[in-house]
């Protein structure tokens, strides 16, 4: 098995250290933002006080019909072979 010298891993793990502050920094100030999962006691949801949105479901766009083409029209390229 190959093993790190212990610079070598000192290094990574004060590297591993600094990004756990950071990442743990941005997690804070997501919740803070109102981001996350439920909010903590007492506090209301940051988007309760915007009212619902009261538009009607879109309609789906009619349909055109599709013409039927006739087995004259499909065989039109096969004539000038017959020549």
Request: aromatic share 6%; net charge positive.
């Amino acid at each position: 098995m190959f093993s790190f010298s212990d610079d070598t891993k000192k290094k990574y793990e004060q590297k591993a250290a600094i990004e756990k502050q950071k990442y743990e920094q941005r997690v804070a100030e997501y919740k803070k933002s109102g981001g996350g999962g439920s909010p903590a006691k007492g506090k209301a949801p940051a988007k309760a006080a915007a009212a619902p949105s009261k538009k009607s479901p879109k309609k789906p766009a009619a349909k055109k019909p599709v013409k039927a083409k006739s087995s004259d029209e499909d065989d039109d390229d096969d004539d000038e072979d017959e020549d």
